[in-house]
């Protein structure tokens, strides 16, 4: 398994008060590698929390997050950023680009720090292969106010995937798109999934993106129940 959650509880409560908000309730999960799974739920039921908790962005109040065999719990925030760098990529409503840099930019931005002119070489040409694998490669160059809000989509899943993550994690990554544009990013997500062999996790409120997974899970009440 490449990810185990083992009876995650995660509740808020207000200072004084003794009364518990909880939102994931002694809630159980596996993901194998390269599963690709599905959470909807209605909104405010706890979907994103969920996608915190699994990336370690977020702790729970009791349970244990594992990932590939390694207890999150364990390490502090410095190793836990190191984690994320090494092993996660998020895919977000807003493609989150910068505007004044152009598509290839974007791409290699995790990159821009990087010394070794070896290292920084092998990330443009993976970025290159990566732009032509979704259909990107004539618009290297474009800065994205001249892309559609689809192909900008198209671009952040690039640069979720330039560190090769064993994990893609996707917040409502169709949800600020038209139903052409949708239909093919959730294409997109599938075939990079298959083919690349990363494991998936989307929270969508849309059921023909989650149709598309392997397995669809419903949160509610806290609870995971598999569709």
């Known amino acids: ?39 909807v739920g209605p909104s405010g039921s706890g979907k994103s929390t969920l996608l915190n908790v699994i990336s370690s962005l977020d702790t729970c109040n009791s349970g244990n997050m594992i990932f590939d065999a390694q207890d999150l719990s364990k390490l502090n925030e410095k190793e836990l950023a190191n984690f994320r760098n090494q092993n996660l990529g998020f895919v977000f409503q807003s493609h989150h680009l910068l505007p004044q840099l152009s598509l290839l930019e974007n791409v290699l931005l995790p990159y821009l720090p990087e010394k070794d002119k070896t290292v920084k070489k092998e990330a443009e040409k993976r970025a290159l292969d990566l732009l032509e694998f979704v259909g990107l490669s004539k618009q290297i160059h474009q800065r994205p ?38 239909e093919q990013l959730g294409d997109l997500l599938v075939d990079i999934n298959e083919k690349q062999a990363v494991s998936l996790v989307v929270v969508t409120h849309s059921m023909d993106l989650a149709k598309k997974m392997k397995k669809i899970y419903q949160l509610e009440d806290g609870k995971l129940n598999l569709l």
């Open 1 to 39: 398994m490449i990810v185990e959650l083992k009876n995650i509880t995660k509740y808020y409560q207000n200072s004084g008060s003794a009364e518990k908000r909880i939102i994931l309730d002694d809630l159980s999960l596996a993901i194998a590698k390269g599963e690709s799974i599905a959470i």
């Open 145 to 182: 106010g001249q892309m559609s809000g689809g192909e900008c989509q198209r671009a952040a899943v690039v640069r979720a995937l330039i560190h090769q993550p064993k994990l893609i994690l996707a917040d409502e990554p169709t949800g600020s798109l038209d139903k052409k544009s949708a």
